[in-house]
């Protein structure tokens, strides 16, 4: 009889770096470790999406479509893997369905291998054409439920969206804990529950921000999980992914086999501890972000906005309300109907929590991103809500959109392109320009010279 295996996703090249440095890994820095990354025995490794296409053009001057062919490039055993936000891709709204299917495709034409979609609000109709596209290019559609805990968000909830999605296509099923507020027990009943109805592999991520995410990955594992998403030990923990080491060594007395080679990881831990060191020393690598905060059990609050909400209160000379702005957090995001804090919702309650203390006057001040959640732009809330609440942000608005949020947005790829004509070489340009209109111009215009 053969042994049980748990598989390991490497994060180190994604949300490692994204979540303890602001996602500034550099190629250059990180080129002479993946060999060894491919040597290593991971199932994948998470190299691509989320914020990593942003700050290669807004901070690291590297194409970000380049990165991805260099990384597939030195890959013969290991999976490519990328985090997208179903219709939202890499941006912070909605896109036309012509430019989702275009950034999928080239995505995968580029060298991506598993493609993990979500949704910020667990919408499974922002995740249509992103999965369909997924399948017709040949990539693994792994489809994550966005976790979080509210009224609404219970157990229950969760097996009937996963119960969803595998009727969507999906071919493997993701646990995506952004705030490591998922805690053991719960890991274990909601594993436990979704292995006895579908054969399909799951894999749990989280983040060590609260210090429970080792427990969690722990009873996962007792309950059944596939694979788990971990970083190697110099950018592990904090608001990191639990150290891979470690839970190949949990896997190895139980008696379970990783797949992994030691021997390498021994390497790879001295190659990125002094990497990590560098980082340290040029305060890129803040070391608030190496603790703990349980406090994250209580506001919910993924490591990323933290750190935006204490840069933008020190910024503001308003260091004093820091705490007020997190009491305010779950009060904003009960007004807008319990939408979990993941990207683009995250940023968005953040500001509006801000906003509210920072004036003095609840939403005296209301960006334009929450009138149009308010107004179903970016799908449906968890819970509904109030309508006098409504009326008070939105006035009696009779445009409030009830289907797909999709299908209120007319194709535009074309019109980009033409936009584009005077400094897009590539397909691939053309979308970076659409992304990120005016960083993607301006890195374009500047890559040329």
């Known amino acids: 009889m053969s042994r049980r295996k748990v598989e390991f996703v490497e994060t180190v090249l994604r949300d490692a770096h994204q979540s303890l440095m602001g996602t500034r890994l550099s190629y250059d820095d990180f080129k002479d470790s993946l060999e060894l990354l491919d040597d290593a025995g991971y199932k994948a490794l998470e190299c691509w999406g989320g914020a990593t296409f942003d700050a290669c053009i807004r901070y690291l001057d590297e194409d970000p479509w380049e990165r991805l062919r260099l990384i597939k490039s030195k890959l013969k055993n290991t999976k490519t893997q990328m985090l997208l936000r179903g219709q939202n891709l890499l941006g912070y709204k909605n896109y036309p369905d012509d430019v989702v299917r275009k950034f999928v495709e080239l995505s995968i034409k580029n060298g991506i291998d598993v493609v993990r979609v979500f949704d910020a609000l667990n919408d499974t109709r922002n995740l249509e054409t992103s999965i369909k596209t997924v ?5 693994e559609a792994q489809i994550a439920i966005a976790y979080t805990q509210s009224p609404v968000h219970s157990i229950d909830y969760y097996l009937d969206l996963t119960k969803d999605i595998i009727d969507m296509g999906a071919d493997s099923i993701a646990i995506k804990d952004m705030s490591g507020i998922l805690t053991p027990y719960d890991s274990y009943e909601l594993v436990r529950r979704i292995k006895k109805f579908t054969d399909l592999d799951v894999e749990i991520h989280s983040h060590c921000t609260t210090g429970m995410a080792e427990m969690t990955y722990l009873k996962a594992i007792e309950a059944g999980v596939n694979i788990v998403d971990t970083a ?5 923990s904090g608001t990191s992914q639990p150290a891979t080491e470690a839970i190949h060594f949990l896997l190895k007395e139980q008696g379970i086999e990783s797949g992994l080679n030691v021997e390498v990881l021994e390497e790879l831990a001295d190659f990125y501890g002094k990497i990590k060191n560098k980082y340290l020393e040029n305060g890129l690598m803040p070391t608030k972000v190496l603790g703990t905060n349980p406090k994250g059990l209580i506001y919910q609050v993924p490591g990323g906005m933290l750190s935006n909400l204490y840069l933008q209160l020190q910024g ?8 007020k702005v997190m009491e305010e957090i779950p009060k904003v995001r009960k007004d807008l109907g319990y939408p979990p804090l993941v990207t683009p919702m995250s940023q968005m309650v953040g500001t509006q929590s801000l906003f509210n203390i920072v ?7 209301v960006p334009n991103e929450i009138k149009d959640y308010i107004k179903g732009k970016y799908g449906k809330s968890p819970v509904k809500i109030d309508e006098d609440f409504v009326r008070s942000i939105i006035g009696d608005a009779n445009d409030i959109i009830v289907d797909r949020p999709a299908n209120h947005l007319k194709d535009s790829y074309q019109e980009f392109k033409e936009e584009a004509k005077d400094f897009a070489k590539s397909e691939e340009d053309v979308l970076t320009y659409i992304m990120f209109p005016e960083e993607g111009k301006k890195f374009l215009l500047n890559r040329d010279k």
Request: cysteine-free; glycine content about 8%.
């Open 135 to 139: 399948k017709e290019f040949g990539a």
């Open 232 to 236: 190697i030990s110099p950018f592990s």
């Open 316 to 323: 503001l000379n308003k260091l004093d309300l820091f705490e």
């Open 359 to 365: 004036t003095g006057q609840r939403y005296k001040m």
